[in-house]
């Protein structure tokens, strides 16, 4: 599975949108973009993820841009509890184990 | 409709000791991961289990060994255990059908 990079940490204020980047440039045509965030003392939790085009949930929307290089997720209306650490992985579809190659992700502080 | 558990929360055992963690899926997964996270890391996966079956397995020595039960429940066994193995372990379960992976909320072990 490609690698990804994303900063190591974010602050958003309350109510405003959190935009949270991820680079991954040597991604193939077959991986897709996932998105988690681990919440202190909890196991990570799924968000969103996409292929090539924009997804949106009722979590948050994912911008993918064209050339796949890298994306976005966004948090529409950052809240207190949003407050956590964000994985963006990459990984193919029906691989044979479903494994998640994590990063060192986004620790992403949303203060009052 | 449970998710997925895992017990016990917390554990101390001592180096050279054995332990064995416990985690039932979330209800119609029959598919179950193991991660180790350090702390301030991500998670690393260990081994992932299907149909009673060791599926695919990461960079982890053969200390950590694991099983999974007809009624697709697992168990994750550490064998000699260093101090290096403290860690959160974390279990995921999944269907072949789905590509989303759910965490249970993981066994903090302590090593002295």
């Known amino acids: 599975d490609a690698k990804t990079t994303q900063p190591p940490s974010m602050d958003c204020a309350e109510g405003r949108a959190a935009n949270l980047p991820c680079n991954h440039s040597t991604i193939s045509g077959n991986e897709y973009v996932y998105w988690y965030r681990q919440i202190h003392s909890q196991g990570p939790q799924y968000i969103i993820h996409g292929l090539k085009n924009n997804e949106t949930n009722e979590m948050a929307s994912l911008i993918i841009t064209e050339d796949r290089k890298s994306s976005t997720l966004i948090l529409p209306h950052a809240t207190l509890r949003d407050t956590a650490v964000y994985y963006c992985?990459?990984?193919?579809?029906?691989?044979?184990?479903?494994?998640?190659?994590f990063g060192g992700g986004t620790r992403l502080m949303v203060k009052p | 409709d449970a998710g997925v558990t895992q017990s016990p929360t917390h554990l101390i055992k001592t180096r050279g000791q054995q332990v064995t963690l416990r985690c039932s899926p979330k209800?119609?997964?029959?598919?179950v991961s193991w991660y180790q996270q350090a702390l301030g890391q991500g998670p690393q996966f260990i081994f992932q289990?299907?149909?009673?079956?060791?599926?695919q397995r990461g960079n982890f020595p053969d200390r950590f060994s694991g099983h999974q039960f007809p009624n697709y429940s697992s168990e994750l066994n550490v064998n000699a255990l260093l101090l290096g193995d403290s860690a959160l372990y974390l279990c995921?379960?999944?269907?072949?059908?789905?590509?989303?992976?759910?965490f249970g909320s993981g066994t903090q072990l302590s090593v002295l």
């Open positions: 992985i990459v990984r193919v579809h029906g691989n044979a184990g479903n494994m998640l190659t």
């Open positions: 209800s119609g997964h029959d598919t």
């Open positions: 289990y299907y149909e009673e079956e060791e599926r």
């Open positions: 995921a379960s999944s269907s072949d059908l789905n590509e989303k992976l759910f």
